[in-house]
């Protein structure tokens, strides 16, 4: 049996294992990504291996060897004893040469520099000491005999002292960063030292760290792997990792000596945001069998803590402002259940080693099961925290979003602590457009909520300012002009910059107000403002045909023996306009003057390749694109004042995508709740009855009213006319009048003209349609359409007009006169009423 025990996981694969069946054992360093497993150097005598590393031309070896004990375990270093140093020729095996001959333990970590393939004349070798300083060997190679790779003047290596006085120490393979701490004047002070190709080093930064070292002995991190097998010296252990992602994050986790069983403690600094928060979490009964030591794992967005046994906690650490942002589950939960009870140990990135089995891991957020787990739980900050945590995967946002509606339309009302919708909409498009510049984080909303003061289960959590780290260089590249950028905003800005539609609220206000007095707003600024919504719609549509058009390719790939797709669909190839065909027989053109040709788009809710049913996008709505368009230009200068370096046309681009998304996740949820309630066309029309489909729909889409309204963002055109038409199918007609009197319903244009056409004159539908017509505005003289009307009571004339209109600009309604649903009696006498309530009053 061989037991696998990874001394050094480095770049490129180099591994260390003993075979511990034989009284003797050996060492090997084997490359362990190669197709097969190669050994590059065996120890024969009774030396064990306790640090070792490679350098990248695999033609240097260095390792720290000491004395077995008779036992098979590492020798504790007793006096007399010897830790040997070597560095090893073995391209091929050749020279020996003795680095250190020392009585304390010695760790070796080759520099593996960012540079070409080529390979480098001179190599960097750290020496981690356990008397607590680190040096670097600089290490010329030559070639001899063909190839043949020879140290060059062995006898004398040039070295320097790159730190010293510390008790705690972290190596980053992937970016050749070494984070250290040493005290001064009893405080602990966190450094970083970059290293580069060109043999320099550089310290970083200096930041202070609330806490107490000075009786926590020695630590290292990712220089090797620890002896896992010593459980209650690891859980009493102090642990502390360093953690960095491309954003520009800089986290600190730290869990003192664990003392006691019945809760435990842990603190996080997020030095990128200012401040840190520790977490007191109450354990409950301990079940000795699984008390191991805590674990921290890089997530990228996310740091998770996990205690075996006990409880796994998630935490947001690119939004970490609220508690409801991290996911916090306790011993008492399945996931906990299916997580393994043993210790990990975190490596380099999201690298982890299952001590148990000796099993190296990479450990990602499985998506699919992230998506149950969020159907089945009833917690409304694990809902947030899950849905969150969903969309910041980015895998295949088109099926994910997909399933999210699928669940929200489901679970409409379940959250008492948010509205799920607004969370949805405003998460969902956060992430459709943040990985497209950095510091979008600060700029742009990432949810509906600005404070969360409902307490979560089992976690006392305090949280405090803490100072920024001091930047020791002026000139940033890469993950450290991150960083800057990230404390120069920690620093300066209070309050937040994340932008809101208060001024589009604003501006919007005034416009209308304009247009019921008769005023009117410069013509250039108004057609300014409708040019940008129609940039929105244009967009909205060409992403929609393109997400359809890769989801067939994809398909037709899945699938290249099975049937074609047909070729008669308009909606996915032919040009931007389209008829429907209603039942009554008359084509009605859905484009309306003064727009682009609007069509309904191709849906990305179940089959992204059939077109979508709901008739919206069909009509003009001139209030709708007058908040688009003020959206549009709002958010643009707010991006454009903040957003430094970022050319103009990319900025403009990503506000286009941002408002669309917003749009296209209105319409997808929309689409979702009509196909699962099968509703069909003919629901457009006002005789017949409602179904419990419509009434299902009806309220789906007063949910979205609510929670776009409250928000202030656009809703697609049509949105209020398939909302008023639901509406006067399933409501009483005191319970449809208090719904438009307060605003909920708006009387479009359509909707009133579809109400006149579709209704017969019985006593109950002339009630019902004088109810109506006394709720419409008088004309106005206006720069923008008659699109839709406010709620004032005045008299019919602008309403005949508009009959009038209808009725001369459709030749096909010329075959039916004299048959027409309007009757022109119930019109003279609406309107006598009407005036003698007017002079009566």
Known sequence: MTIFIFFNIQGNGILQHSNSKKIESKDYIEDYFADALNHLYTFEKDLQVISCSVNRERTLLAASLVQAAKDGRRNELQPGSKCLTLLVEIHPVNNVKVLKAVDSCIWVQFLYPHVESHPLPENHLLLISEEKYIEQFHVQVIQEDGNKVVIKNSGHLPRERVAEDFVWAQWDMSEQRLYYIDLKKSRSILKCIQFYSNEHFTVMFEAPLDISLSDSGFKLVNFGCDDLRDQEKLSKHLTLYVFTNRTGSLCVCYCPNIDSWERITYSVFYFHKGHSKTFTVALGSVDSRVTKGITFLNLDYYVAVYLPGHFFHLLNIQHPDLICHSLFLTGNNEVIDMLPHRPFQSLSGSLVLDGGSGKLYRVLLNQSYLLEFLRDTRLDCERMALLHCVLSCGRDPQRLEAKII???????????????????????????????????????????????????????????????????????????????????????????????????????????????????????????????????????????????????????????????????????????????????????????????????????????????????????????????????????????????????????????DYISKLLDLICQILEASWRKHNLHPWVLHFNRRASAAEFAVFHIMTRILEATRSLFLPLPPGFHTLHTILGVHCLPLHNLLHYIDNGVLLLTETAVTRLMKDLDNTEKNEKLKFSIIVRLPPPRSSVMDKSSFSLEFLPLNYFIEILTDVESSNPALYAFEGHDNVDAKFVEEAALKHTTMLLGS
């Open 406 to 656: 699928q669940w929200i339309s489901e679970n409409i009302s379940a959250c008492h602590s948010f509205d799920l919708i607004q969370e949805f909409l405003i998460a969902s498009s956060y992430w459709s457009i943040y990985p497209e510049t950095s510091n979008m984080d600060k700029l742009l909303p990432y949810s509906s909520l600005l404070t969360w003061n409902t307490e979560i289960p089992g976690i006392t959590l305090v949280t405090e300012e803490i100072p920024l780290p001091l930047m020791k260089v002026h000139s940033f590249k890469g993950y450290w002009e991150k960083l800057n950028s990230n404390l120069e905003y920690a620093k300066y800005s209070k309050p937040h910059l994340h932008y809101n539609n208060g001024v589009v609220r604003r501006e919007w206000h005034s416009l209308i107000s304009e247009e019921k007095t008769g005023k009117r707003s410069s013509l250039v600024y108004v057609r300014n403002i409708l040019d940008n919504a129609i940039k929105v719609i244009s967009n909205l549509q060409a992403k929609t045909l393109a997400a359809s058009t890769a989801h067939v390719n994809w398909k037709s790939l899945r699938h290249p023996g099975g049937p074609r797709l047909s070729k008669s669909r308009p909606e996915a190839r032919g040009p931007a306009t389209s008829t429907r065909q209603e039942p009554s027989g008359r084509g009605v053109n859905v484009c309306a003057s003064g727009s682009p040709r609007l069509r309904a788009g191709v849906g990305s809710v179940g089959d992204a390749a059939e077109p979508r049913l709901t008739p919206l996008l069909q009509e003009e709505d001139n209030h709708q694109r007058l908040l688009m368009g003020l959206m549009v230009s709002e958010l643009k200068d707010h991006l454009l004042r903040h957003l430094q370096g970022v050319e103009k046309k990319k900025i403009e681009q990503m506000v286009l």
